[in-house]
C-alpha cells in the first residue's frame, strides 16, 4: 500500500520553462490537495479537488494549474516557472475533512 | 480569513524533560485541530488532533489541550526521546473547512 506517491522528487528548472508535478494516491480518498511548504511560512493551499471533476483555488493559486485526471490522480502545472516558485512542493489526500495523507515531497529550484 | 500562530519556531529540550508547542488561532468557527510531525525529508504525518466539543485529548507521551474561549490549543510532549526530534505543525480549519497552517516548530531532543 503505497499511500500517496509524487514525482519527481527533486526538478531543477529555469525561469520561464513549464513542468507538471504528478500526484497518485491509492486510498480512494475523495479529496486531494497541493501545498508549498516554504521556510518560516508552514504549509500553504495552492488548489484543491474535493471530488473527481472538481478544483477550488487555494491560498496560494497564482502561478499554478491543477487537473484532477481521475480519482487517483490530482497533478500541479507550473507554465512558466518563476524564482518565487522554488520550494518543496507537496499533495496529500483525505476523505472530506478528514486526516490528510501526505506524499513525501518533490523538491523544486527554479534558477 | 483563519490565522494560526504558532510558537516558539525552535525548541531544544533534554531527554527526558516536557516540550510544550503552543499556538493561536483566530476564526471562531474553527472546529478541528490536528497536530502533525514531520520528519527530516518526509511529509507530515498527523500525529493527534482534537475537536472543539472536547477540551482535552492524550494518547501515551502526546497530549493536546484546547481553550476555545481564548482560541488557542497546545501540544505536550512527556518524556521526550530523540526520535521527538522533528518539525511539528498546528492546524486549524478555517469557515471552507480547509486547514491553515502554522508556521511549525523545530524540536531537538539532545542525549
Known amino acids: 500500500n503505497a499511500g500517496v506517491t509524487q514525482t519527481p522528487k527533486f526538478q531543477v528548472l529555469k525561469t520561464g520553462q513549464s513542468m507538471t508535478l504528478q500526484c497518485a494516491q491509492d486510498m480512494n480518498h475523495n479529496s486531494m490537495y497541493w501545498y508549498r511548504q516554504d521556510p518560516g511560512m508552514g504549509l500553504r493551499l495552492i488548489y484543491y479537488s474535493a471530488s473527481e471533476g472538481t478544483t477550488d483555488k487555494g491560498e496560494v493559486p497564482n502561478g499554478y494549474n491543477v487537473s484532477r485526471l481521475n480519482k487517483r490522480e490530482f497533478s500541479l502545472r507550473l507554465e512558466s516557472a518563476a524564482p518565487s516558485q522554488t520550494s518543496v512542493y507537496f499533495c496529500?489526500?483525505?476523505?472530506?475533512?478528514?486526516?490528510?495523507?501526505f506524499g513525501e515531497g518533490s523538491r523544486l529550484t527554479v534558477l | 480569513g483563519e490565522n494560526v500562530e504558532q510558537h516558539p519556531s525552535t525548541l531544544s529540550v533534554q531527554e527526558g524533560d516536557s516540550a510544550v508547542i503552543k499556538c493561536t488561532y483566530s476564526?471562531?468557527?474553527?472546529?478541528?485541530f490536528p497536530w502533525y510531525k514531520q520528519e527530516l525529508g518526509k511529509g507530515p504525518q498527523l500525529i493527534i488532533d482534537?475537536?472543539?466539543?472536547?477540551g482535552e485529548k492524550k494518547d501515551q507521551r502526546i497530549a493536546v489541550t484546547l481553550n476555545k474561549t481564548a482560541k488557542h490549543f497546545s501540544l505536550h510532549i512527556t518524556e521526550t526521546q530523540p526520535e521527538d526530534s522533528a518539525v511539528y505543525f498546528c492546524a486549524a480549519t478555517d469557515s471552507w473547512g480547509k486547514l491553515q497552517f502554522g508556521a511549525g516548530t523545530q524540536v531537538v531532543v539532545t542525549p
Open positions: 476564526d471562531s468557527a474553527s472546529n478541528y
Open positions: 482534537i475537536r472543539s466539543n472536547v
Open positions: 496529500a489526500s483525505s476523505e472530506s475533512t478528514g486526516e490528510l495523507f
